[in-house]
C-alpha cells in the first residue's frame, strides 16, 4: 500500500516539477534539440500531456470495462505535429496539471479489488491498474530526466 501512496504522490508532483523545470526558458531553448536523437524540452512537455491523456483513459477503461483493447499510438509522430512541437507549452502544462489532478483523485478512490484488472494492450500484453501507475510515475521520471539533460546540453 506504502508504495501506491508514494507512487501517486509522484504523479501529484509532475505537473509542479515540470513548471519549475522550465519557468525560465526561452521559446529557442525550448525547441532547441542539442542531445542527437532526443525531443526538445517542448517535445517532452507536449509528449506528457498527450501520453498521460492516453494512460488516464486507459485506466478508466481498465476500471469501466471487462479486459478492455487499448489503443497504441505512434509517439514520434505525435510529437512532430505542429500542437506537440511548438515552443508554447502553456496549454500542455495546464493539461497535465489538471489531468494529474483528476487522475490523483481516480488512483486515492480506486477500490482495492480494481487494482488487479486487466486491459489487453496490443505492445505490451496484458497490463493492470497496478502496473499503470508503476509505469506513469516512472514515465514522469524519465521525461524529468530527459528535460534535465536537454537543458543541460544547450547551456
Not at 517542448?42 to 509528449?47: D, P
Request: proline content about 5%; overall charge negative; glycine content about 4%.
Amino acid at each position: 500500500m506504502t508504495d501506491r501512496i508514494l507512487l501517486i504522490d509522484k504523479i501529484r508532483r509532475l505537473p509542479a516539477q515540470i513548471a519549475r523545470l522550465i519557468d525560465r526558458l526561452s521559446d529557442a531553448q525550448l525547441t532547441a534539440r542539442p542531445l542527437a536523437g532526443e525531443w526538445s524540452v517542448a517535445q517532452n512537455v507536449h509528449h506528457l500531456a498527450d501520453s498521460h491523456m492516453n494512460s488516464y483513459i486507459r485506466c478508466k477503461l481498465i476500471a469501466t470495462e471487462e479486459h478492455p483493447t487499448l489503443k497504441p499510438y505512434d509517439q514520434e509522430i505525435w510529437a512532430e505535429m505542429a500542437d506537440a512541437s511548438g515552443p508554447n507549452v502553456t496549454v500542455s502544462l495546464s493539461l497535465l496539471t489538471a489531468l494529474h489532478s483528476r487522475w490523483v483523485v481516480f488512483w486515492e478512490t480506486l477500490p482495492a479489488d480494481a487494482w488487479a484488472r486487466t486491459g489487453f494492450h496490443p505492445e505490451s500484453g496484458d497490463v493492470t491498474l497496478d502496473d499503470q501507475l508503476q509505469l506513469y510515475a516512472a514515465h514522469g521520471e524519465a521525461h524529468i530526466d530527459q528535460i534535465t539533460r536537454t537543458i543541460a546540453a544547450g547551456q
